[in-house]
């Protein structure tokens, strides 16, 4: 299985609260699954860490980089992403559930790649079709 990181995921991880990366490393390999960072996750990590440069900040960079690194068919945005998005866009707006436009983008590359999502944000992904989610966080 493949899991995709959302944002608040990557966040938790490269702070390393209670060996967190420790624990979830071991949860990601095990079977043989790996880990993905949709691009809009890259993203918005990227302008976070960049828009405000600090020292801590700076070992985030590192931490990223890392992630990035070891990641599995990440931050790549095809067109069949974009179009997938277009769906799920409609299908929240027509429910009048209408969500961020980087966590439709995140849903799509999920449910192109059927990758499961790993967010805390599980109020506003519940609400997407076929969507799997997870959150390690609580």
């Given at each position: 299985?493949?899991?995709a990181?959302?944002?608040?995921i990557?966040?938790?991880?490269?702070?390393?609260?209670?060996?967190?990366?420790?624990?979830?490393?071991?949860e990601?390999?095990?079977?043989?699954?790996?880990?993905a960072?949709?691009a809009?996750v890259?993203?918005?990590?990227?302008?976070?860490?960049?828009?405000?440069?600090n020292?801590?900040?700076?070992n985030?960079?590192?931490e990223?980089?890392?992630?990035?690194?070891?990641?599995?068919?990440?931050?790549?945005?095809?067109f069949?992403?974009?179009e997938?998005?277009?769906?799920?866009?409609?299908?929240?707006?027509?429910?009048?559930q209408?969500?961020?436009?980087?966590d439709?983008?995140?849903?799509?590359?999920c449910?192109?790649?059927?990758?499961?999502?790993?967010?805390r944000?599980?109020?506003?992904?519940?609400?997407?079709?076929?969507?799997?989610?997870?959150?390690?966080?609580?």
């Amino acid at each position: 299985m493949i899991y995709a990181l959302d944002t608040n995921i990557v966040s938790y991880l490269m702070r390393d609260e209670g060996n967190t990366r420790q624990n979830y490393a071991k949860e990601i390999l095990q079977y043989g699954n790996s880990y993905a960072i949709p691009a809009a996750v890259f993203y918005e990590v990227r302008r976070w860490l960049l828009y405000k440069p600090n020292k801590e900040l700076k070992n985030f960079i590192n931490e990223f980089n890392v992630l990035i690194n070891g990641a599995d068919g990440s931050v790549e945005m095809p067109f069949s992403i974009w179009e997938k998005a277009v769906d799920v866009y409609i299908a929240l707006q027509s429910k009048g559930q209408l969500i961020g436009d980087a966590d439709i983008l995140i849903a799509a590359y999920c449910l192109v790649n059927n990758y499961t999502l790993v967010t805390r944000n599980i109020d506003d992904f519940s609400r997407i079709d076929s969507l799997k989610i997870v959150n390690w966080y609580d």
